[in-house]
């Protein structure tokens, strides 16, 4: 059964992502796996603070089993290593745009859980999400495929078959307590910080870097890894994974705040198809509230 704390952990953890793009910019001469592997290690403050909090000893993080371990740093740490060699191989507005068939293919995975049943309106409403965050990250509704850039196409797509399938199996492992997550950032932040000895060069950060990989640690790469643990195995996958196109749009909003993006009609056209996406895979959640507030 879902339960309502476990959608909101998984809006928060939507909202959280949608401030990666802001805070990535602000951070932008820190190489990727630096930034990654800094973030991570902030996250890991945050887990063993939670830990504290929740009076859980930090030993019953090696009593979390070793297949669970595999699982999730098989989703934090090789999501990000793919995304990035996927960035390195092939242009962002590609490379992005197969990434984010993760929030599709997890409402195709959820039906292979057990009490999961897939409907033909979470396949149309996420298609229209899909759509929508095509129109957001292509600018001009256009891009092109080339052969030079398979690669990195490949490592897109693995990335989002990563993250999609950790999500999914989440739902699965809702006996592992979601402070395993703290472990999963921990060895997360040593693999990346391997990674940036091995394919980069150390940048030193200063005032406002520190304060955009202290905020990332904290929000979308970390604190909400955490939301969506609980959000997996608690709230209504699909529902919140047509919710995940929102991360795009939100974040697109933030730039043009802070001016940092422009308004256009793209983007206009871009937000009405995430938004009448989301509604239609929002079909039970709508008319289950409408009931229980007695407007239907």
């Known amino acids: ?142 891009f092109e495929f080339e052969v030079l850039y398979a690669k990195g196409y490949i490592f897109a797509f693995l990335a989002a078959l990563v993250w999609s399938s950790y999500s999914v199996i989440s739902k699965s492992l809702s006996h592992i307590p979601s402070y395993s997550v703290s472990g999963f950032c921990i060895i997360t932040s040593v693999l990346s910080f391997i990674c940036h000895l091995s394919f980069e060069t150390t940048v030193i950060p200063n005032k406002m870097e520190l304060f955009s990989i202290l905020m990332l640690g904290l929000g979308p790469v970390g604190g909400a890894f955490y939301l969506w643990d609980y959000a997996m195995k608690e709230g209504d996958i699909k529902l919140l994974a047509s919710f995940a196109y929102f991360i795009p749009l939100l974040s697109t909003a933030l730039l043009i705040i802070f001016s940092l993006s422009d308004l256009s009609s793209t983007i206009i056209a871009a937000s009405f198809l995430i938004v009448l996406g989301s509604l239609i895979s929002s079909k039970d959640f709508i008319k289950e509230l409408l009931i229980k507030n007695r407007y239907i």
């Open 1 to 142: 059964m879902n339960s309502k704390s476990g959608n909101t952990y998984g809006i928060l953890a939507i909202l959280l992502w949608s401030t990666l793009a802001i805070f990535t910019v602000l951070s932008k001469n820190i190489p990727a796996f630096e930034l990654v592997s800094l973030s991570f290690f902030v996250a890991s403050l945050l887990g063993l603070f939670m830990l504290k909090i929740k009076k859980v000893k930090i030993k019953e993080l090696f009593k979390i089993p070793f297949k669970v371990y595999l699982i999730g740093v098989g989703g934090l740490f090789v999501y990000h290593f793919f995304y990035f060699f996927a960035l390195k191989n092939a242009p962002a507005v590609e490379a992005n745009l197969i990434n984010y068939l993760w929030p599709l293919l997890i409402v195709l995975f959820s039906s292979f859980l057990p009490n999961e049943k897939l409907k033909s309106f979470h396949i149309i409403g996420s298609f229209f999400g899909f759509l929508g965050a095509f129109l957001l990250i292509s600018k001009n509704g256009s």
